[in-house]
């Protein structure tokens, strides 16, 4: 169908029509209840003050937050074309984060599928499931590099390499936004966040400081945002944080000079929730004037729900404290992007009332977030436990026994009632009679019967599972947590029926790396379900049966003990490496009391079938500018059943201009090899690869030596050298 376009000059006028007071409106982003014609309201986060809100700024608003459902939205948009005095259609926009009704694994198990298609597709899914509920954008996707599990938001992101983070920030956006967002209303507008390095709060503790070198935020955090962009991402929001010292909000460098600028990122910015504000208690504003000031000269268009523009802006303009221009500016981004989406030609767009009962939740898609799932478990452990056998007495317990709370965080359209608790997926595949099921302890704290129940079925069967993990509300926004072992009663119920002597398998539904101990080296096997949406239950049974295979490897390191976080693969070698030849026993930066490496490192993840490496070996011993790489590698599947393995390759330069990490990931393949079948897999390496920023920030490789690795994780690797000439 043929969408009216408005062109450049069209919005123009339009915005030249626009009183100063509707301009400054247009640059508001309210809740649901403020509206006209809002039945419900939406669930959302942040302190909801008294604001100063006026009617008529709300009939000139710009943008709306957490709107959902073709009904509600159609009726808000109707009324609000009624009262807006140009006929300027609202921007609705919502968290779509892993899925709208139909759930999908956390971001960080889908990172963990290494599968950035699959990324895409559950990415459409989701924005087709927002589109016909009325949503025009997501806040997604979060891109933020995170290293500290003890911050509850690592489940948002798909890990700690920026490489790995990038091909899926550009699989998300291409996933919500399809090709061409006018014409496809099935696809809704991405907004990339949280800009910048929101990731490296202080301590893992939320909306903590952020302090860097330009150095380290461009090499590691940068590149996962920049991804986004030139996928061609419509919006970007701001971060809580401070960067350099100026919260990220107000910080006209990071916005205005590099956003902007740099980058020539022409799209809507948003704040985060409240951060205009924020920059008061941050110690950057005396009043809300100041920070209104501040975070319009950096850039920033949409102030979300804080009304620091509405309330000042107008007399800022009126006092020469603020250009009328950067006002304009603002708002025709904003319009820019309402035309975009073709609200001017249609205000409701995909919002379809009886679409929306046949595309919610749907087959199709449940299938999809069941493959998803599958894709994004990781079997951490395995001492021949799994796969179990129909024919065993499982005794099924653990709070996620039966538990329906496996949708994670930012799932708040999913319902926990219609997720496949893990119950139900044993009983799909087994008679329910093989499976006693019985809880043993809540999350937290257990009682005596619930306990003893648990024990006899334990007592009875041939297999326990043991189903634990956080609940939903210990990750994600101020989730975080500084002990990050499981929570004591689960660890006591381990520890109650390990005296039995039967084959147990831990199955982990959480938001974050855990500390394992008490738990890895008690059972036989471990499988990390995360946290793995609306057909978690079907998924994680029929991998526990050896139905599917695992093939997930971890994108975050799981600590060894939360003493080390962060700890992660890419790091610094010191002055004083551990286990050098020459090394001191004492003087080395090492602990006293635990060893240096992770636990599991990151791409680390076990199948029921085996792999084999043959050697590997190099095109030639030298690149250049011009003659890449090649780097050769035969794996064979040396076990009896079909399964995906995903092949990595590292570099390191041995003597860089700056010190460079001992390995960074460049490349990687997810192959997919029957029994017996062998497959050589060859990578190639450009010298683009192997740059990265100078000390004078340039952005360039170093003649030289440099390793390369492969293998099926971060440590287990084999190692070769070639070297650059330039
Ligand atoms: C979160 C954002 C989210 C926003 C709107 C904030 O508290 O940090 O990630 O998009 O709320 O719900």
Redesign the pocket.
């Known amino acids: 169908m043929e969408v009216i376009q408005l062109t450049e000059q069209q919005l123009i006028s339009l915005m030249k029509q626009m009183s100063l007071e509707e301009k400054i409106a247009q640059l508001l982003q309210l809740a649901t209840p403020f509206f006209e014609g809002a039945k419900s309201e939406g669930r959302?986060?942040?302190p909801m003050a008294s604001m100063g809100i006026t009617e008529n700024m709300v009939r000139n608003t710009g943008s709306i937050?957490?709107l959902t459902g073709a009904e509600e939205v159609i009726s808000v948009q109707q009324a609000h074309m009624r009262n807006n005095r140009l006929g300027i259609p609202l921007l609705i926009m919502?968290?779509i984060i892993h899925g709208y009704k139909t759930i999908f694994p956390i971001p960080l198990a889908l990172g963990c599928s290494w599968d950035a298609e699959l990324a895409e597709k559950c990415a459409a899914i989701a924005a087709k499931e927002a589109a016909v509920s009325g949503v025009h954008v997501t806040?997604a996707p979060?891109v933020d590099l995170v290293r500290d599990p003890r911050w509850g938001r690592v489940m948002?992101s798909t890990g700690e390499d920026p490489y790995l983070n990038g091909e899926f920030a550009r699989a998300f956006v291409r996933g919500f936004q399809g090709r061409d967002l006018s014409g496809d209303s099935d696809r809704v507008a991405a907004?990339v966040?949280?800009f910048a390095a929101y990731g490296a709060a202080e301590g893992g503790r939320d909306y903590n400081t952020v302090d860097m070198s330009e150095r380290q935020l461009r090499e590691y955090y940068l590149p996962a945002y920049k991804a986004a962009l030139e996928e061609g991402c419509e919006m970007v929001?701001t971060s809580?944080n401070t960067v350099d010292g100026v919260p990220a909000t107000g910080n006209k460098r990071l916005m205005r000079d590099l956003l902007r600028n740099e980058w020539g990122f022409d799209g809507v910015l948003i704040s985060?929730?409240?951060a205009v504000k924020e920059m008061i208690p941050h110690g950057v504003a005396a009043d809300e004037a100041e920070a209104a000031s501040k975070a319009i000269h950096a850039g920033v268009d949409i102030e979300?729900?804080t009304s620091c523009y509405v309330n000042h802006l107008q007399q800022l303009v009126e006092s020469g404290l603020v250009d009328e221009a950067l006002i304009d500016e603002a708002v025709l981004r904003i319009l820019k992007l309402k035309q975009k989406l073709g609200l001017f030609d249609n205000p409701l767009r995909g919002a379809n009332v009886e679409s929306e009962r046949e595309i919610l939740f749907c087959g199709e898609h449940r299938q999809a977030a069941r493959e998803a799932a599958v894709k994004s478990c990781v079997l951490l452990k395995n001492e021949g436990v799994l796969p179990l056998a129909k024919e065993q007495k499982i005794a099924l317990v653990g709070p996620f026994a039966q538990n329906g709370d496996i949708l994670g965080p930012w799932s708040w359209l999913g319902s926990q009632e219609e997720a496949v608790q893990l119950y139900e997926g044993f009983t799909r595949i087994v008679e329910p009679l093989q499976v006693a099921v019985a809880e043993g302890c809540g999350i937290e704290s257990a009682s005596e019967e619930q306990w003893k129940a648990a024990l006899e079925a334990a007592q009875n069967a041939d297999v326990i599972v043991l189903a634990l993990g956080e609940h939903s509300d210990m990750s994600g926004?101020a989730g975080c947590r500084a002990d990050i072992r499981l929570p004591e009663i689960q660890r006591q119920l381990i520890a109650a029926l390990k005296p039995l002597n039967k084959p147990m398998v831990a199955v982990l539904f959480n938001g974050r790396p855990l500390d394992l101990h008490g738990i890895h080296d008690q059972v036989g096997a471990v499988l990390e379900a995360w946290y793995p949406g609306s057909e978690g239950g079907t998924a994680v049974a029929e991998l526990l049966y050896g139905l599917a295979n695992p093939s997930g490897k971890l994108t975050m390191s799981f600590p060894y003990a939360v003493g080390q976080v962060p700890v992660y693969y890419n790091y610094f070698n010191t002055g004083r490496p551990q286990g050098a030849p020459d090394a001191q026993v004492r003087y080395v930066s090492q602990y006293l009391d635990i060893p240096n490496e992770p636990l599991l490192p990151f791409g680390f993840g076990l199948s029921y079938t085996s792999f084999s490496y043959g050697e590997i070996s190099l095109s030639s011993e030298q690149m250049t500018v011009e003659q890449p790489l090649h780097i050769k590698v035969r794996v064979t599947n040396t076990g009896n059943q079909p399964g995906e393995e995903i092949v990595q390759l590292y570099v390191r330069d041995m003597a860089g201009e700056v010190v460079r990490p001992v390995k960074e990931l460049k490349t990687y393949r997810r192959i997919k090899l029957m029994p017996g079948e062998s497959h050589e897999i060859s990578f190639s390496l450009t010298e683009r690869q192997l740059r990265y920023h100078h000390a004078d920030l340039q952005y360039i490789s170093d003649a030289g030596e440099f390793a390369v690795y492969v293998g099926p994780n971060s440590r287990d690797v084999q190692e070769l050298r070639f070297t650059l000439m330039k």
């Open positions: 959302i986060t942040g937050l957490g919502a968290d806040f979060m948002e907004c966040k949280h929001m809580f985060d929730w409240g979300m729900m926004e």
